[in-house]
């Protein structure tokens, strides 16, 4: 089989498409030998390589609008309105946690040290440490504090960690991109699983937090952590080009930045079916362009 290096970026939500990616490399007859995975990324990414995906999968189809709110655990801290603990207990209930160098299939999630001014590479100990330290998104979750050091996201310094991927002779380099500007028109739009009661509770609520994901709003309409999140994506969406340009993947699979917002996770069988749809779109055109499997 042909092996993969496989690089899983950062985008909220979207990281579900992850999921479509992995099983239809699978599926096609790949071999995924090394995981690198950034925020979301890194949690599809390291929970694939603890073997617990389809468990993983499972629960996320399950989750409505209103369990989703459920496991935001909200804070007053000046850092970030979310902890995040309460996602991952609920995950480590029933995949327990792992040592990242226990796996068989080598995995690297990344996270950024704003303290000390350095991309941070967990490559060993504790996988929900090293996940709960790369999804921080800064003024949306709490960073986690190491000792000296305040850890966020990875994204903060890089969103698509192609150079970390240790590449073979032969091996094909596969990054996901979850933030492309590109439209999104879903293939099968799910009818919402809430009761209506519950809807309009969860919008009421919803609406007095950061929009995070606004398009058409005027730049005066906008909040201070709109902007700060706005001029956040807009740094990533640069030093992925870059990193792009430089490394040259042998496939990118860009999944579009609207396909769903930052914590939309009850889309989860939308936009697991967009992962697939998106390396096909690929994929296929490679195949046909004369590339080797």
């Not at 080598?106 to 350095?118: E, L």
């Not at 917002?261 to 362009?289: L, P, Q, T, W």
Request: net charge negative; glycine share 8%; hydrophobic share 40%.
């Amino acid at each position: 089989m042909k092996k993969v290096r496989l690089v899983l970026g950062s985008g909220g939500a979207r990281g579900m498409a992850h999921i479509g990616v992995i099983e239809e490399l699978e599926h096609a007859g790949f071999e995924i030998v090394e995981v690198v995975g950034c925020s979301m990324g890194a949690v599809v990414g390291g929970i694939y390589c603890a073997g617990y995906l389809a468990d993983y999968k499972h629960w996320l189809i399950k989750l409505t609008k209103l369990d989703v709110f459920r496991l935001l655990d909200f804070t007053l801290s000046s850092q970030g309105f979310v902890k995040g603990e309460r996602v991952f207990k609920a995950i480590e209930e029933f995949i327990g946690d792992h040592q990242i160098e226990d796996f068989k299939i080598p995995f690297t999630a990344v996270s950024a040290d704003i303290t000390n001014k350095k991309e941070v590479h967990y490559r060993s100990g504790s996988l929900f440490k090293a996940l709960r330290s790369s999804i921080a998104i800064p003024t949306v979750f709490t960073p986690i504090r190491e000792g000296n050091s305040q850890l966020v996201d990875g994204g903060v310094l890089n969103p698509l960690p192609m150079n970390l991927v240790h590449k073979e002779e032969g091996d094909w380099v596969v990054a996901v991109n979850l933030n492309a500007n590109l439209p999104y028109q879903p293939s099968n739009p799910l009818a919402d699983k809430e009761p209506s009661a519950y809807l309009k509770m969860f919008t009421a609520i919803q609406s007095s937090f950061p929009k995070f994901d606004t398009k058409t709003e005027s730049l005066a309409n906008l909040g201070l952590f709109d902007i700060l999140n706005k001029s956040y994506d807009l740094t990533q969406d640069r030093v992925t080009e870059l990193m792009i340009d430089i490394y040259k993947p042998d496939l990118v699979i860009n999944i579009s930045r609207d396909a769903c917002g930052v914590f939309e996770f009850y889309r989860a069988n939308e936009i697991i079916e967009e992962g697939r749809n998106a390396f096909h779109r690929v994929y296929d055109s490679s195949i046909k362009n004369g590339a080797t499997p």
